[in-house]
């Protein structure tokens, strides 16, 4: 088991940057490709992030590219995620997740591919 707590979040005006961080406990992160996740208020739930297991190969979803940077710390069991330029349409509860995966094909992995999930962090973003 792995259990993941995100924490971070919070109001911020458009522009404006957050770190989110995702801590993990109960196993090393080492075993696991990680993800970033977002689901606002009538929409599914939507891919942010996802970081290979050492870290080497990212995939970004286009609505964040470029503004966005996953990154982990798996010493510290720890992932992160680096939120720049903040717009309205970022607003969402953002969920960590991991994936039991080695290897780089992490733009591949979809949401069910994900067996744990931390509770979620709100951000919300005013323009």
């Known amino acids: 088991q792995v259990q993941l707590v995100e924490s971070g979040g919070g109001l911020a005006q458009a522009g404006d940057s957050l770190r989110l961080s995702c801590a993990a406990s109960?196993?090393?992160?080492?075993?696991?490709?990680m993800g970033w996740f977002r689901q606002a208020p009538g929409y599914e739930r939507e891919r942010v992030g996802v970081?290979?297991?050492?870290?080497?190969?990212?995939y970004y979803a286009d609505t964040i590219k470029g503004r966005f940077t996953i990154s982990r710390d798996n010493a510290k069991n720890i992932l992160y995620l680096e939120m720049n330029r903040l717009k309205p349409e970022d607003t969402a509860v953002y969920y960590c997740?991991?994936?039991?995966?080695?290897?780089?094909?992490?733009?591949?992995?979809?949401?069910?591919?994900?067996?744990?999930w931390g509770q979620g962090t709100q951000v919300t973003v005013s323009s």
């Open positions: 997740a991991a994936a039991p995966m080695l290897g780089p094909g992490v733009a591949s992995l979809a949401p069910s591919d994900f067996m744990f």
């Open positions: 109960g196993r090393t992160m080492l075993s696991f490709a």
């Open positions: 970081i290979s297991w050492n870290g080497d190969t990212t």
